[in-house]
């Protein structure tokens, strides 16, 4: 049970690139999340979904792109990367119930972005 | 928005000790939950809590739900050097609101 898989682990970017953090998750969990992590700022909200085709943004949406065509993956999208999306990235993904998330999230490994 | 105020940042104990932290809001949360993150890795749950009052224990970990909905505490008691690690609160205000909200984590290093 592989859980929250997130690819890659590592990349590094030059300023204006664009790349896709691949998560997906195996748990048939219908919300998903994408966070990023930075020093002494703890884990901020970028977007989430609550299923296929539901999208919607969280704390800190500026600069990235998600689509959830399946129930499974939840890619994040950087269309022009900048130094100041340099971070650790989370995927997080967990149940819905009567209109609330289950809040037990589980987390995958997060992906190192350096943006240089 | 909602905002967590999670202390103490850090701490440096020695194996053995007792070690307690917590999280204060300034609206209320309808869950509170405990998760602890190590080196390379994502954040794991520890703890959920989801009354006000309760009192939950995992292993050498106890939290709590405080009264007033606006507080949490962790407590780890006789600490082992692999409780090292970030430990984060996080407050889920319930209903449609799909969003939590992360402290800002409290660093803990245990001294063998």
Not at chain 2, 19 to 46: A, H, R
Not at chain 2, 52 to 80: C, M, P, V
Not at chain 2, 101 to 110: I, P, Q, R, S, Y
Request: aromatic share 10%.
């Amino acid at each position: 049970n592989a859980g929250v898989t997130q690819t890659p682990k590592f990349q590094v970017l030059k300023t204006g690139q664009s790349m896709t953090l691949q998560c997906a998750q195996d748990m048939n969990h219908e919300y998903m999340s994408w966070y990023r992590q930075d020093p002494g700022m703890g884990l901020r909200l970028i977007h989430y979904s609550v299923g296929a085709g539901i999208t919607d943004q969280g704390e800190v949406p500026n600069g990235y792109n998600v689509s959830r065509s399946t129930t499974e993956d939840f890619p994040l999208r950087l269309l022009s990367a900048a130094p100041s999306q340099t971070s650790v990235y989370f995927c997080a993904s967990s149940w819905v119930k009567t209109g609330s998330m289950n809040t037990e999230a589980f987390f995958g490994q997060g992906t190192r972005l350096t943006v240089v | 928005g909602q905002q967590l105020n999670q202390s103490p940042q850090s701490m440096f104990i020695q194996e053995g000790e007792d070690v307690s932290m917590n999280c204060t809001s300034s609206s209320i949360f309808n869950t509170w939950l405990w998760y602890k993150q190590d080196p390379g890795e994502g954040p794991v749950l520890l703890i959920a809590l989801y009354k006000a009052g309760e009192l939950t224990s995992n292993g050498r970990l106890t939290a709590q739900f405080g009264i007033t909905r606006k507080d949490s505490f962790l407590n780890i008691s006789a600490s082992i050097p692999s409780d090292v690690g970030i430990y984060f609160c996080a407050g889920h205000s319930g209903g449609s609101n799909y969003k939590l909200t992360f402290g800002k984590g409290t660093l803990l290093t245990v001294n063998p």
